[in-house]
């Protein structure tokens, strides 16, 4: 239908989009970018594809002008979904990786499952900054967008003001551009270098963010409930003691034993308290060296085999290599095994507690699943919290220490639980 654009560069007809097409467009005349865009939009709504358009406001509105002025119904126009490139690339920020990826899975992933061809045409923009940093940040942006389009088959034109686009990047960014365009022409970019890179998916994105913040908030809780334990230690400890003092020097006889004992018990339970705060208000790093995380987990599990054995309950361990190194305070890192483990003993009345240890280039991943009757899902995002607990005796302070000594080693524990299955958590130490 495209008849008075004469000029405009004849876009994709004869380029094998099977596993996607990337192309990179330079333009130094606006009359010509304006002319290419809308042919290229038009060529979408010919094909009965998605059109996505990724521009300013005003350059839609000529747009839209143009392709009236072809023929085109205002349906097929109305059909166009247009982003503004503002607001797309975040320009009052610096350049984002991690928003403009979300935000362009955000788009895409509505029309993903039409079993359509997508096009999109955008003209990327950002905020002034420092160069070299702004370099790196595009390469891997258009990196990661190659490896994106050519998993989802998408037709995508990336435009650059050739006026704005420092020379220098041009040679850089035709690496992850399958096709160069310019005003007049388009040719396969000989520079083209296919890598593969992980994009998440938009429900990856969304989780990793949803971490991201949760992990951001717990470590802002870990911080006020270690100030606060601090105070709060301090406190008990000492009409603790002058209250065990007194304890014993009460005479003991048949009538007052009863009660006697049981005042000690309720006095070893509050000392039990202010011991784990003080755990919680105490930096957890002092002895950090190389351990083998093997050997750890095979002391902890001897350890704690006697109570398992009680229940007719076994344990289970899988190890990558028998010899899996990390940086760590090994008598903190026992403390967290110890208390997750007998939390599975106490979660289970018979089966197996399994443990499995495996590493990746940066990190060692360690995974304790038990058989017992799960948490609800209701419950899970309250667990670390102080004082909530599952046990019918417990203080809710173990687990939140737990949460503390593998944040301070940079590290993060993940809980996944199914009701009727078991619970599994997830702790990711750094090598180093």
């Not at 042919?39 to 094909?47: P, S």
């Not at 979300?102 to 420092?130: A, C, G, N």
């Not at 102080?386 to 809710?396: A, I, L, V």
Request: proline share 2%; net charge negative; charged share 25%.
């Amino acid at each position: 239908m495209i008849g008075e654009i004469e000029e405009a560069v004849k876009l994709t007809n004869n380029i094998n989009v099977s596993s996607g097409c990337h192309i990179i467009y330079t333009y130094s005349q606006i009359e010509s970018y304006l002319d290419n865009a809308t042919a290229f939009l038009a060529e979408g709504i010919d094909k009965r594809q998605v059109v996505i358009y990724i521009d300013t406001v005003d350059r839609f509105t000529i747009i839209k002008d143009k392709l009236k002025h072809e023929g085109y119904s205002a349906e097929h126009i109305e059909n166009i979904i247009f982003e503004d490139s503002d607001d797309f690339y975040r320009t009052k920020d610096l350049f984002s990786i991690n928003q403009i990826l979300h935000y362009f899975t955000q788009v895409l992933d509505p029309y993903l499952k039409e079993k359509r061809t997508i096009r999109t045409w955008s003209d990327v923009r950002w905020k002034d900054q420092d160069e070299e940093a702004l370099l790196k940040s595009l390469k891997k942006y258009e990196c990661e967008c190659d490896t994106y389009i050519g998993k989802v088959r998408t037709i995508s034109v990336c435009s650059y003001n050739g006026f704005k686009l420092p020379s220098a990047f041009l040679i850089d960014l035709l690496q992850s551009h399958e096709y160069h365009m310019t005003d007049k022409t388009l040719v396969p970019s000989s520079f083209y270098n296919k890598k593969q890179v992980l994009f998440p998916s938009i429900s990856e994105q969304i989780r990793m963010e949803k971490a991201t913040q949760d992990q951001l908030i717990r470590s802002e809780k870990l911080s006020i409930a270690g100030q606060l334990a601090a105070g709060i230690a301090h406190e008990i400890r000492n009409p603790i003691t002058t209250i065990k003092g007194f304890l014993q020097l009460l005479e003991v006889n048949e009538k007052n034993v009863k009660y006697i004992n049981i005042l000690e018990g309720e006095v070893n339970k509050i000392e039990q308290i202010s011991n784990e705060f003080l755990i919680l208000s105490k930096p957890h790093l002092e002895n950090r060296k190389d351990q083998n995380i093997v050997e750890l987990i095979e002391g902890v599990t001897v350890l704690l085999q006697p109570q398992a054995v009680n229940k007719n309950i076994g344990i289970q361990t899988t190890y990558e290599s028998q010899n899996i190194i990390v940086n760590c305070d090994d008598m903190k890192i026992k403390q967290v095994l110890i208390n997750l483990i007998k939390n599975a003993i106490e979660a289970m009345e018979n089966g197996y507690i399994t443990i499995k240890l495996k590493e990746t280039s940066h990190h060692v991943i360690i995974y304790i699943t038990d058989e017992g009757h799960g948490i609800p899902k209701e419950r899970l995002t309250e667990l670390g919290k102080p004082f909530f607990t599952t046990k019918e005796k417990g203080t809710g302070l173990g687990l939140l220490v737990c949460y503390k000594i593998i944040e301070d080693h940079h590290g993060t524990i993940v809980v996944e639980s199914e009701e009727g299955k078991g619970t599994t958590f997830t702790i990711s130490l750094p090598k180093t």
